[in-house]
């Protein structure tokens, strides 16, 4: 059974309170196909980067990680730009560096694709801390498009 691969980027600027989360979130993948997770150095004022290249640095097992050093602080579009550039498998997914995902995340994301192939697979977000109470809404009729899933 062939298990698509996954490259994460992640924009890296000034989240040094939350990107060890972040990291470790990525880390425990239960996911059996190929992870590559790219950081993208987006030149913060903090020691983000310093966090995520000692994490690095202690980690054995199967997701490759890579860091991408930007020239200057371009925002986090161009980040997951330059992420994407370097990016080789077949699927990208987007974290930011103050964001966690679940163990479970890629597994959960790919199960559909091992009965047919889609562009886009759309998962659904939890809203916990200090913003809790936000209210988030998603329009399932506007992902009903042939080759979409939900």
């Known amino acids: 059974m062939h298990k698509p691969s996954v490259s994460v980027i992640i924009p890296v600027y000034n989240v040094e309170p939350y990107v060890a989360a972040c990291v470790r979130s990525v880390m425990r ?9 790219i950081f993208v150095d987006d ?8 966090v995520v ?7 054995s097992g199967p997701i490759a990680f890579k860091i991408i050093h930007a020239t200057h602080n371009q925002g986090p579009s161009v980040a997951r730009n330059i992420g994407m550039d ?3 498998c077949e699927y990208l ?19 559909p694709l091992v009965e047919e ?15 809790q109470t936000a209210r988030i809404a998603m ?7 042939s080759g ?3």
Do not use: R
């Not at 993948?29 to 997770?37: A, N, R, S």
């Not at 290249?53 to 980690?59: G, Q, R, S």
């Not at 997914?93 to 199960?111: N, P, V």
């Not at 329009?139 to 498009?145: A, E, H, I, K, N």
């Open 53 to 59: 290249e000692k994490l690095i640095a202690e980690y």
């Open 29 to 37: 993948q239960t996911y059996e196909g190929k992870i590559e997770c």
């Open 139 to 145: 329009w399932p009729g506007l992902l009903s498009v």
């Open 93 to 111: 997914y987007f974290l930011d560096g103050d964001d966690e995902i679940t163990d479970d995340c890629f597994e959960t994301l790919t199960a």
């Open 117 to 131: 192939l889609y562009d886009i697979v759309v998962g659904d977000i939890k809203v916990i801390g200090l913003f």
């Open 148 to 150: 979409w899933v939900m």
């Open 43 to 50: 030149c913060g004022t903090d020691k983000s980067i310093d």
């Open 86 to 88: 370097a990016a080789t």
